[in-house]
């Protein structure tokens, strides 16, 4: 059996799913999990680890969550999503701990009646995410760089890791 952190830990209400999870992300399931006959469109949106951040060569992305917190920010950025857009269903799911370069990070799916409203909830949902969510990130660059943990948003300052120490 694994580690409590190791379970995948998710929040659930009529035609929204929110997770985290240690475990790599699977497409298809939160693809499948917004489908509806009701729905004409979905939108997927999936965020991977790149190999660098400001000219630094980037070897791999750890996240590390308040899980219970992060849940219900989570749930409610996608019931407000879900009102907002009319939407059919929302799904959206976190990686924590290491993510290797290439690797899915956040998986946002949306479905809708309509295209143009599942486009900009999934837009709208992955900014409120990275505004408001409680997650953050250790940008590992190696080396005598280290690293840098920040809160995972965009433009967000970081506090660096000396690999010296």
């Known amino acids: 059996m694994g580690s409590p952190q190791a379970e995948p830990q998710r929040l659930t209400a009529e035609g929204i799913s929110v997770s985290l999870t240690q475990s790599p992300l699977d497409i298809p399931s939160v693809i499948d999990s917004v489908k509806s006959p009701k729905a004409g469109a979905v939108v997927l949106f999936v965020g991977t680890t790149r ?23 989570m749930m409610s950025i996608a019931q407000a999503m879900k009102e907002k857009h009319a939407l059919t269903a929302i799904g959206m799911l976190h990686r924590l701990g290491v993510v ?15 295209r143009q409203a599942a486009w900009r909830a999934g837009e709208e ?6 505004k408001k969510v409680e997650v953050w ?7 005598p760089d280290g690293g840098i943990w920040r809160a995972n948003r965009d433009g967000a300052p970081g506090t660096p890791i000396n690999n010296d120490v």
């Open 137 to 143: 990130k250790l940008e590992e660059f190696g080396g």
């Open 100 to 114: 290797p370069i290439g690797e899915e990070s956040i998986l946002i799916a949306v479905s809708a009646p309509h």
């Open 125 to 130: 949902t992955l900014e409120e995410c990275k």
């Open 51 to 73: 190999d660098n951040f400001e000219g630094k060569p980037v070897e791999q992305l750890q996240y590390t969550a308040y899980r219970p917190r992060a849940l219900k920010t």
